[in-house]
């Protein structure tokens, strides 16, 4: 049983790009959710995806889009990057959508807008 | 609306020791409460929940967590720290089973020799 995988690891990004980041989800595991945590900061919820339809949004404007595929895998993307995106991008399967469900965390992507 | 409060931003405590983070809540309803554990460079990991029932939760590791509806608290303890517990934790709350978790800002745990 594989865990839950983000790619990339690391990005760099300028002020103003696109960027994609992408999730695959535990086996068995039909729900997706993503938190940004900045620095010294808890994670904030950003969106979750239940069954390839958003379930649920956090306080965060619409340029931070998001996507899950039939296989359950995620991305979420983030238009007109601003630097306070910087932030590692978190990245949470679990078995429902109920938020206390246990959810399994990926490593996180470190994304750093320049 | 709910909110979370870690006293502490960094706590040090022995090897062998008490560990005690301290985590208060706000909730207009009763709260479903969780810990969880980030080792550098990792994910968050699942240390324990509340969501009803018995007030102390066990969970890995050898950590308990005691909800206290009357002190709006759920501090997590261990009886003796070992330096493998040295990481971030972060409280957390939601008002329901479908309500998104609101994360603390986290209390980063040194273990000293």
């Known amino acids: 049983e594989t865990g839950v995988t983000q790619s990339p690891t690391h990005l760099i990004k300028t002020r103003g790009q696109q960027v994609t980041l992408r999730c695959s989800s535990q086996?068995?595991?039909?729900?997706v959710s993503w938190y940004q945590q900045a620095l010294g900061q808890g994670p904030q919820f950003i969106f979750q995806?239940?069954?390839?339809?958003?379930?649920g949004r956090g306080n965060f404007p619409p340029r931070f889009s998001g996507l899950q595929f039939p296989n359950y895998s995620s991305e979420l993307n983030v238009n007109a990057l601003e630097l306070d995106d910087s932030a590692l991008y978190l990245c949470?399967?679990?078995?429902?959508?109920?938020?206390?469900?246990?959810?399994?965390f990926g490593q996180g992507t470190r994304l750093t807008v320049v | 609306a709910q909110s979370v409060t870690q006293l502490g931003s960094h706590v040090s405590v022995s090897e062998g020791a008490l560990v005690l983070l301290r985590c208060n809540y706000s909730?207009?309803?009763?709260?479903?409460l969780f810990w969880y554990v980030q080792y550098p460079n990792q994910g968050l990991q699942l240390l324990l929940k509340?969501?009803?029932?018995?007030?102390l939760v066990k969970g890995i590791n050898g950590f308990e967590a005691e909800f206290k509806k009357s002190e709006t608290s759920f501090h997590l303890t261990k009886p003796s720290a070992h330096m493998s517990d040295a990481a971030e934790y972060f409280c957390?709350?939601?008002?329901?089973?479908?309500?998104?978790?609101?994360f603390g800002k986290g209390t980063r745990l040194h273990i000293l020799p």
């Open positions: 949470a399967s679990s078995l429902t959508a109920q938020m206390n469900t246990e959810a399994f």
């Open positions: 086996s068995g595991h039909n729900t």
């Open positions: 995806y239940y069954r390839e339809e958003e379930n």
């Open positions: 909730s207009s309803v009763p709260p479903y």
């Open positions: 509340y969501t009803t029932g018995a007030t």
């Open positions: 957390a709350v939601s008002r329901n089973r479908d309500d998104k978790i609101i």
